[in-house]
């Protein structure tokens, strides 16, 4: 799994456990990141719906969730695996703009991903239109097919996972994609190697799309997962190279950090990530979705506070609030420093409250208030 800003790594056991309590048998993950709490639910045996606007978000949820792979010829992956590691590489994008001019990875490996992510694009084009690509960029109209719907092709989005998280494994960068390490990161000198990822048995659904959007057009769900970005910060911008790596379009770039030029465009832009829109915008997804049981993590460093958020979720149901201890991210960790590596600034508080808001029906919202209080995880429950 790729590193990521707000991933929910160590709440997944207890969202999980909150599904199970709840007895869900399908499941959105509306934010989904990483996917890997739409995993935690897979392997948890719901059906599961795995959305996001990111291009990478989409891939990674057409291989981990959409795909069934018990349906996958995985020797016959692992063969295409071992031919893409055998690549000799060649100067391209990745090279000249991510590893010459900005420094996100060693010029060794980026000309390998050069050579493989154009063995993929030869050997597993992409495809002209996804549904769920369409309904991203149209207004939304009718109603969203049910799960499951087919991947056009899981070979691709396997590969370009594969592809995505080897890239991850030899960055040199602190796990943002806003600047680079002035030296090398130890890890970004090993050689790059591509992994079979670890699929799941089992069914899902990938959705590339804007939440406001797709939020009331999804098909009625038991469980459904809330994690938006909590501050300014876009994950556009944050993660801008894995969304080149995917999109390969070669895309003009600004700044240091060569940032994609379509991150000046309104149509990047994310209603979460402004503190104008961002309450209205979670207000309007909470109200839409289908769901028995909605779950909502934020925490308390953002533009909404406890008190308002339980108001958005009341019209749901009951309402019930955990609340964990937890780290900070890891640039609060490692300290302010400006370009030339100085420390410049005093970080603030290292720790912060996570809050996970469930609504819905009473007996749900009881039963997967117990489970998650109960469940095994790496945050403190408060
Ligand atoms: C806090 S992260 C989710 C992390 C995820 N739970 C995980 O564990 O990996 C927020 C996610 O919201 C996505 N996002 C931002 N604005 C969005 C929007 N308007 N619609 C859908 N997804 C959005 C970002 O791409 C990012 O993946």
Request: aromatic fraction near 6%; glycine fraction near 6%.
């Amino acid at each position: 799994m790729i590193k990521y800003l707000g991933s929910k790594r160590r709440l997944v056991p207890t969202i999980s456990a909150m599904a199970r309590a709840a007895s869900a048998r399908t499941a959105v993950d509306l934010f989904t990141g990483t996917t890997r709490v739409a995993r935690g639910l897979k392997e948890a045996g719901l059906s599961v719906i795995a959305a996001d606007s990111a291009s990478y978000s989409e891939v990674l949820a057409e291989a981990y969730i959409a795909t069934d792979s018990r349906r996958v010829d995985l020797g016959a992956v692992q063969h295409e695996i071992d031919q893409l590691n055998a690549l000799e590489g060649h100067d391209g994008y990745v090279a000249q703009v991510f590893c010459r001019q900005a420094r996100y990875f060693h010029p060794d490996n980026g000309r390998r991903i050069d050579a493989i992510r154009e063995a993929i694009e030869q050997s597993h084009p992409a495809p002209i239109q996804s549904g769920a690509r369409a309904a991203a960029v149209a207004p939304p109209s009718p109603p969203a097919p049910s799960p499951p719907a087919p991947v056009a092709d899981p070979v691709r989005a396997i590969l370009l996972t594969s592809l995505l998280e080897a890239a991850d494994r030899v960055d040199s960068t602190t796990g943002l994609q806003m600047a680079f390490l002035k030296q090398w990161a130890p890890r970004a000198t090993r050689p790059l190697s591509l992994r079979l990822p670890a699929l799941l048995p089992g069914l899902g659904r990938a959705v590339l799309g804007d939440a406001v959007a797709l939020a009331p057009r999804l098909p009625p769900v038991d469980f459904a997962y809330l994690d938006p970005p909590y501050n300014q910060h876009r994950y556009f911008t944050n993660y801008h190279v894995w969304e080149t790596l995917v999109r390969w379009d070669a895309p003009e770039h600004y700044g240091i950090a060569c940032k994609r030029v379509d991150a000046r465009d309104g149509a990047t832009a994310s209603a979460f990530n402004r503190r104008k829109t961002m309450p209205s915008a979670l207000k309007a997804v909470v109200e839409s979705l289908k769901a028995r049981l909605v779950v909502l993590s934020y925490n308390d460093e953002s533009w909404v506070g406890l008190d308002e958020l339980i108001a958005m979720c009341a019209q749901r149901g009951s309402v019930q609030v955990l609340r964990f201890d937890s780290k900070r991210y890891v640039g609060a960790q490692i300290g302010i420093h400006d370009p030339s590596g100085a420390k410049v600034g005093t970080v603030g508080r290292l720790r912060n409250e996570e809050w996970m808001v469930l609504s819905g029906e009473p007996d749900l919202v009881a039963a997967a208030a117990r489970a998650g209080a109960e469940a095994p995880t790496a945050l403190q429950p408060q």
